[in-house]
């Protein structure tokens, strides 16, 4: 007896390694549920009494880090210490083990394997409950229950439902009890299921019809680990009745092409339904209708989880076999059924449809099959709580959503939309944070912070070089005076220059006057003998004076005439360097003035403008969004 038989904790079938984890919500994305996973760590964990065991975020997860629970291990061990097993091998082995599923058969045998049995007859006998159960009781609405993640998600999270689930057991646990009841030698053995789905442990646990749960996937990938070849085992058939079209049970609306033996015309009154979302959006509006006491159109719901059916359940080997692939393995195994049976040959059609019913007949008792269900609604209630509108909002405004224009339900976050993930937030299984909204959001205020900074500092930067500009407008000022005085003192001088020319005139005329004389008294010193002698060596001096006084005006005047042109250089010179300066300034001047008016605009713009960088900001990030 299993430790979570009986039990209100459902038994984990889904791990999750925390290490390989990155919280990217890939998981809750494609978890019809949801609120099973717990998002608000470093790690997304499973809250196992939420979840419905469906698998789909294993193969969702491309980082590994969601593996399924089964018991190979237990499995193994048990048959090594000599424990007696007999195993049961669903119809999905036909696609996940193609061509080899008798193959499989001589493997098993060979490890110790009592039996083997094909769950397909099971499904036989599973049709044949069906359709006892819709002739004595006539039921509004049976739902099927062959999927083990639907009958979870009916009993936690539409309990309403759980009275339609057929009274019938899947086609495992009717291959189990078909076991116990007709195969005495057998009745003592444990039970293994070769199945395509992790969620069918659960289903042990609750029926006590089964005791390991040993996945296609966990065993197609020991074969290749351990580099076993099932082709060189032997083609062993299966120890019970051969099924016809009920090995059509993997595919989805199987269990309606086999109840249309029974029941000619039930396909019309049954709704084949599988795959997410469309399973759960289907269970999901029949439990609103018969809520407001409406009435289905359909007797019978033939519903799987899975897309492609049992065959691509969340325990199946990972080929990439299409669609058509999948089923015409389906299809061609039927029809050699069919054929073994002769249920496709016209003449022997009757006889052997007969012949078929007496076998399926011999194997059925009523009440043996039947199964209980348990309301587990009672967990989603006391793990998930739905909050008040205010304490809605609240949770809204955490994260950045501050109008109905914010409510985009993009699903970035995993969720379905905004309330669906503050619900998860109110709960404790999300943080605002991982809101793609509010992470965008966040990284405008950060930008728009990095705009303001940056504009602050140019600002500082504009007020700074302003003043510069202010002082070196003076200092120009100052060079630009400085330089109009020293420009006017050379004018000045070189005038007092020219002032010289007179005086000089002046001196040579009297120069040239006083050696005239000078040789006018020589002459009369000379008249005049020895009294004269003294008188003419005056006069002789003085007329050497006279040249060479003139001598020096001569040299005093190639000097001034140097000065002057070294003056008038100067001046030139002190003009253009007068003009330079003057554009100087006034190219300083316009800086001064267009620094001035960048620093009043740049303050204008932080202090008047900041709206519409959010405006601008918040429209980048809308369009960010919808790409």
């Known amino acids: 007896m299993s430790e979570y038989s009986g039990t209100e904790h459902l038994r984990p079938v889904i791990n999750v390694d925390p290490e390989k984890c990155c919280n990217c919500h890939r998981c809750i994305s494609v978890c019809p549920v949801k609120m099973c996973n717990n998002g608000s760590g470093n790690h997304v964990s499973i809250n196992h ?47 996940n083990f193609p061509e080899q599923d008798l193959n499989l058969n001589g493997w ?7 039996a083997v049995f094909d769950v397909a007859f099971g499904a036989e006998l599973t049709t044949k409950s069906y359709v006892e159960q819709i002739k004595k009781e006539k039921p509004k609405i049976v739902i099927s229950q062959p999927c083990p993640a639907l009958v979870s998600y009916i009993e936690i999270y539409r309990p309403q439902l759980i009275d339609y689930l057929a009274k019938a057991d899947s086609p495992m646990a009717h291959t189990v009890e ?14 293994a299921a070769i199945s395509p789905c992790f969620a069918k442990r659960r289903e ?84 609103q209708t018969i809520s407001s006491d409406g009435i289905s159109r359909y007797q019978l719901i033939d519903c799987l989880n899975c897309e492609k059916g049992c065959n691509r359940g969340g325990g199946t080997t990972n080929n990439n076999m299409t669609l058509d692939e999948i089923e015409d393995l389906v299809e061609n195994r039927a029809k050699d059924r069919q054929e073994r049976w002769k249920t496709n040959r016209k003449k022997l059609k009757v006889f052997s449809l007969k012949k078929l019913e007496r076998t399926v007949n011999a194997y059925w008792k009523p009440g043996i099959y ?44 995993g969720y379905n939309s905004c309330k669906q993930m503050a619900i998860a937030i109110f709960n404790g299984l999300n943080r605002a944070e991982n809101c793609h909204h509010y992470m965008a959001k966040l990284a405008n205020q950060d930008h728009e912070n990095e705009i303001r900074e940056a504009i602050k500092k140019i600002n500082e930067a504009v007020h700074s070089g302003n003043e510069a500009l202010r ?25 007092k220059m ?75 010179d002190s003009e253009k360097g007068t003009n330079q300066i003057n554009v100087s300034w006034e190219n300083a001047k316009t ?36 790409l």
């Open 49 to 95: 009494d939420l979840c419905i065991g469906c698998g789909t975020c294993i193969d969702a997860c491309v980082h590994g880090a969601r593996t399924g629970i089964d018991d190979m291990e237990e499995f193994f061990h048990d048959l090594q210490n000599g424990v007696p097993v007999v195993a049961i091998v669903a119809p999905a082995v036909a696609v």
């Open 108 to 114: 098993l045998k060979s490890i110790g394997v009592k």
């Open 178 to 191: 078909c076991i116990r009841h007709f195969y005495p030698q057998y009745r003592d053995c444990k039970i």
């Open 204 to 287: 042990f646990d609750e029926n006590g019809r089964g005791d390991y749960n040993v996945t296609m996937k966990n065993l197609g990938k020991w074969f290749r680990q351990n580099g076993i070849d099932l082709n060189s085992f032997p083609k062993t058939d299966y120890d019970n009745p051969a099924a016809e079209r009920a090995v059509l049970y993997s595919t989805p609306g199987g269990l309606m092409r086999t109840a249309e033996r029974f029941v000619p015309g039930i396909s019309s009154k049954t709704r084949k339904i599988e795959g997410q979302p469309a399973v759960f959006e289907y269970l999901e509006g029949l439990d």
């Open 370 to 413: 039947e199964r209980k269900y348990t309301d587990r609604s009672i967990s989603s209630k006391k793990f998930i709580k739905i909050p008040a509108e205010e304490e809605l909002q609240q949770i809204y405004i955490k994260m950045g959503k501050r109008s109905k224009d914010e409510i985009y339900n993009c699903g970035a976050c």
């Open 471 to 495: 002082s070196n407008v003076s200092d120009l000022q100052e060079i630009k005076n400085m330089n109009m005085l020293t420009t006017d003192g050379i004018k000045e001088l070189n005038r």
């Open 498 to 572: 020219s002032g010289i020319w007179d005086i000089m005139g002046i001196i040579n005329n009297v120069a040239d006057q006083t050696k005239i004389i000078a040789f006018n008294a020589e002459l009369e010193a000379s008249r005049s003998g020895e009294s004269g002698k003294n008188f003419h060596i005056v006069a002789t001096e003085i007329r050497r004076l006279s040249d060479t006084i003139l001598d020096s005006i001569k040299e005093i005047k190639i000097i001034i005439d140097e000065i002057q042109i070294a003056s008038n250089r100067l001046i030139l």
């Open 591 to 626: 800086l001064e003035q267009n620094f001035g008016n960048i620093a009043s605009s740049s303050s204008q713009f932080i202090d008047d403008k900041s709206e519409k960088i959010s405006n601008a900001l918040q429209q980048i990030a809308e369009v960010t969004e919808k």
